[in-house]
């Protein structure tokens, strides 16, 4: 049976001393299937990662529930299960490195759950060259750039073999070289190696590159569509704060003015290619799509 | 006379350890009061030394900084003095943050510049005004806000000292897209009112089309480019090739001129790019 | 900015190979055969022993004149005590107070000893990471949880230290430049005014502090970290030939100075 995380009526709320309870997430429900990658978007403070947190039992529900592979996560017994199958990448990669050598740390997730030296071993070095930094594996975590870090964490994670990583705001703290390198290391790690990713962004063209698009506001799940749908709303997804590259703005408000661009656009030379459509050819041009990537 | 100019600067870090390395390689550049100049590079590319140079919170090792035509390190007793006048806001500010009251942290630069209770009480809600910080959070503990009432703070904490250099270095980090637009906003509304230069380091080609008036390009401890928005943005190859880019919006318009289209490339927000294409499909469009 | 702790000297050389529990074991079988070692003779064969690890370590000796520089006063002192109070035929007179050969003789042993130590210590650490030093003393000491120590416990909390003393370095120094561009004056003034002038240095690292070890001990649940029980451990600490033959050496040291002794009649 595949795997799959299941929330059933999720209600949370932080509790203060001497304060009314803060409703965090409200009557949410939603599955997540094997092999997804699923991007799970909204401001700060919508509930995004309260709702990660669910996922692997840090946090348990005030009711409702929540079901990884059938595992309920209030059940103590299954804990530890629960967590080698989700694995929690943090936004800060600076704070969830543990050990001062970077093979060490990729090898503590796998040493707590008690496999054997010689398996750990291997897993280790799965790990760090499934994240491209096994030529990293005897530095310390505090000389590496921040994309680097962050893709030691992820290899932590990934040592453990869960079947699902979510990853709460990966980029936020990176410069662009650092987001790419984690954003390309997260696909492959979709594509190539089947693992189910739940991304926690709010840059939507990060969430562009998911098979679905989760968005949350106040606690709820306002929208739930695969990302071309998402896009046709970009009204919406702006009034949730979200970032939406200039062009798949530019493409939206082409659109209002009466010439006809699809709906999907998220790179420059998607975007170039569809204006092109409208424009008598010119003799002369020099080749405009090259080598860029996009 | 040029507001702030540094003549042959260089930086090193680390002299005489094995880890020896040059940050800023002399460098020589000139700003202006009442411009906003953007600084873009690399991480890496030596702009955040180069920053820290101005305000004379590190002190080059050979070459001068040069503030309203004084080496800044003439007196160096007084090195203080510079830092009221150049102030300097550093990436995530709200970490720096650590007074009871919004209030009483704000004004923790006046107080330092040796002022009075009321001089103090001025400039902090003259600089509240000027960062956009509300009222009503004035009392608040810093702590309990928001990330973007935070970044306001912490920037107002510096707007307070009323210095004639602000430099910025990437404000906008982190912050939702309505956050982003209202730091930039009072970015930009401070150097109008007040005259000042401002220096904005970012990685966000978008915050700097949208505020800049002239661009400086750092790449490895050395500026390679110093011009206007046009003039850096018209040699958008050789910044790729420095891994730097322009605003998507600009790239678009560029590769339909490159494509043989009579199109205006000095463009760089989405309104106005949108309008230009809008012509452009009228002018070229294929009829129907 | 780039900190060193524990002072460790990267190189491949034999010593640096030796398994850390051999090396802790080691020195601490140095120090007991120094202070067992009463005779010249004795300390001689520790002298020219540690030597010896000197030139296999392959580690300059100005980095051991480093690390006994900062104790110069105290050897200076001891000495001087002990020159002056001994029993026996006074040599000579300073200031009418008599500086006996035995004086003499045990001011002479102690400076020895003491430089031994530092020496033969720095060793160590010079030689060994911190990490795999944690780790040595971890095993090492695993037996003792029977007595309810809490080895584990007590070896994660050095791991993390050592893993965020550069991360809490770097971040003193950000807060630190923040403030002063702000006008803070960390430098100059009383003891009074410059603890108080650390205070906006002090709460943000305070706070900082928190999130971070709040978020460090979500990750480690996240990890399903429950403590010691059932870990294992990537790494597995196998005696080498090297390693025997240093236990060897070791005991070998060891015997010889209580033979001295016996031979001496000092026992």
Redesign the interface.
């Known amino acids: 049976m595949p795997s799959s995380i299941v929330c059933q009526n999720l209600c949370f709320d932080y509790e203060y001393d001497d304060e009314a309870p803060v409703e965090v997430l409200k009557n949410v429900s939603v599955e997540i299937k094997e092999g997804e990658f699923v991007a799970l978007v909204g401001?700060?403070?919508c509930g995004k990662s309260t709702l990660a947190k669910h996922f692997n039992a840090i946090l348990l529900p005030k009711s409702g529930r929540v079901l990884i592979d059938g595992m309920d996560t209030t059940d103590e017994d299954s804990v530890i299960k629960i967590r080698e199958k989700v694995g929690l990448v943090l936004q800060n990669p600076d704070n969830q490195i543990v050990a001062t050598i970077v093979e060490e740390d990729v090898a503590f997730g796998p040493e707590n759950l008690g496999i054997p030296p010689l398996e750990i071993r291997e897993r280790v070095d799965w790990a760090l060259k499934a994240v491209g930094m096994y030529e990293f594996r005897e530095s310390a975590p505090h000389k590496l750039?921040g994309g680097q870090k962050q893709r030691v964490a992820v290899a932590s994670v990934i040592a453990m073999r869960p079947k699902f990583i979510i990853l709460d705001e990966p980029t936020?703290?990176l410069?662009?070289?650092?987001r790419s390198e984690v954003m390309d290391c997260i696909t492959s790690l979709n594509k190539d190696y089947g693992l189910s990713i739940v991304l926690i962004t709010?840059n939507m063209d990060e969430a562009a590159l998911a098979d679905r698009i989760i968005a949350m506001e106040d606690g709820r799940i306002v929208m739930d569509a695969p990302p071309d749908e998402v896009f046709t709303h970009i009204e919406a997804i702006?009034a949730l704060?979200?970032?939406?590259?200039?062009?798949t703005?530019?493409a939206f408000?082409?659109r209002k003015?009466g010439?006809d661009m699809p709906q999907d656009i998220l790179h420059?030379?998607q975007?170039?290619r569809a204006?092109?459509r409208?424009?008598?050819p010119?003799?002369?041009?020099?080749d405009?799509f090259g080598n860029d990537k996009y | 006379m040029p507001l702030i100019e540094t003549q042959n600067v260089t930086f090193k870090y680390?002299v005489r350890?094995p880890?020896e390395k040059t940050a800023v390689d002399d460098l020589s550049v000139c700003f202006e009061a009442g411009e906003i100049v953007g600084i873009i590079g690399?991480?890496g590319s030596g702009k955040s030394t180069f920053v820290?140079l101005l305000?004379g919170?590190l002190r080059p090792a050979s070459g001068r900084v040069l503030l309203e035509g004084r080496d800044i390190w003439e007196k160096p007793k007084k090195i203080?003095d510079v830092?009221?006048k150049v102030?300097?806001?550093?990436q995530y500010?709200e970490?720096?943050?650590?007074e009871e009251t919004c209030r009483r942290d704000i004004g923790?630069?006046p107080r330092?510049?040796g002022l009075n209770d009321e001089q103090v009480n001025e400039a902090v809600e003259r600089a509240a005004v000027q960062a956009g910080v509300k009222p009503e959070l004035m009392e608040k503990s810093p702590?309990e806000l928001?990330?973007g009432e935070k970044r306001r703070v912490a920037i107002a904490?510096?707007m307070a000292?009323g210095p004639r250099v602000l430099i910025l270095d990437e404000p906008t980090?982190?912050l939702?897209?309505?956050a982003r637009d209202k730091v930039l906003q009072r970015i930009k509304a401070y150097s109008e009112t007040t005259g000042a230069l401002v220096l904005l380091v970012s990685?966000r080609m978008?915050d700097i089309a949208a505020i800049c008036d002239r661009i400086m390009v750092m790449s490895k401890a050395r500026m390679i480019m110093f011009g206007t928005v046009d003039e850096v943005f018209s040699r958008y190859d050789e910044l790729k090739a420095m891994?730097l880019?322009m605003?998507?919006?600009s790239?678009?318009l560029r590769?339909?001129k490159?494509?043989?289209?009579p199109v205006n490339t000095h463009i760089y927000d989405?309104?106005s790019?949108?309008a230009e294409?809008?012509r452009?499909?009228k002018q070229?469009?294929?009829k129907r | 900015m780039?900190i060193t702790f524990g002072q460790y000297y990267p190189s491949k050389s034999p010593v640096h190979r030796l398994d850390p529990r051999v090396k802790l074991i080691f020195v601490l079988v140095y120090i007991v055969t120094i202070f067992l070692g009463t005779s010249f003779v004795g300390l001689g064969l520790c002298t020219a022993f540690l030597i010896t690890a000197v030139i296999i370590s392959r580690l300059p000796v100005r980095l051991f004149a480093k690390a006994i520089k900062p104790i110069l006063p105290i050897i200076i002192f001891t000495a001087i005590i002990n020159l002056f109070y001994a029993g026996g035929d006074p040599l000579f007179y300073i200031f009418s107070i008599a500086v006996t050969k035995q004086g003499v003789l045990t001011s002479l042993l102690v400076v020895v000893r003491i430089i031994l130590l530092i020496a033969g210590s720095s060793m160590l650490t010079f030689t060994t990471t911190p990490t795999s030093l944690t780790d040595g003393l971890e095993r090492l000491l695993s037996p003792l949880t029977v007595f309810r120590l809490k080895v584990h416990e007590l070896a994660m909390m050095m791991t993390i230290a050592l893993r965020f003393i550069p991360t809490l370095t770097e971040e003193t120094d950000?807060?630190m430049?923040?403030?002063?561009?702000?006008?803070?004056?960390i430098d100059s003034g009383g003891l009074f005014k410059r603890v108080k002038a650390l205070?906006?240095v002090f709460?943000?690292l305070l706070?900082?502090s928190f999130r971070r070890a709040f978020d460090l001990a979500v990750a480690m649940e996240c990890r399903c970290y429950t403590g010691g029980e059932g870990r294992t451990r990537m790494k597995i600490f196998k005696l080498r030939c090297a390693d025997y033959l240093a236990l060897g050496i070791m005991i070998v040291l060891l015997a010889s100075v209580i033979v001295i002794n016996f031979v001496l009649g000092l026992v």
């Open positions: 401001k700060n403070g750039s936020a703290m410069d662009p070289r650092g709010h702006r704060g979200l970032d939406v590259p200039p062009v703005q530019l408000d082409l003015n010439i420059v030379n975007c170039v204006v092109l409208h424009l008598q010119v003799e002369g041009g020099a405009i | 680390g350890t880890m690399h991480t820290q305000n919170l203080r830092r009221f102030g300097l806001v550093f500010p970490y720096q943050l650590f923790y630069g330092n510049m702590f928001s990330g904490g510096v000292m980090a982190g939702d897209p309505q990685h978008e891994g880019s605003p998507q919006v790239r678009v590769k339909l490159l494509a043989g289209y989405e309104p790019a949108c294409i809008v452009l499909v070229c469009g294929i | 780039d950000k807060i430049n923040a403030q002063k561009a702000r006008g803070a004056d205070v906006p709460i943000p706070v900082s």
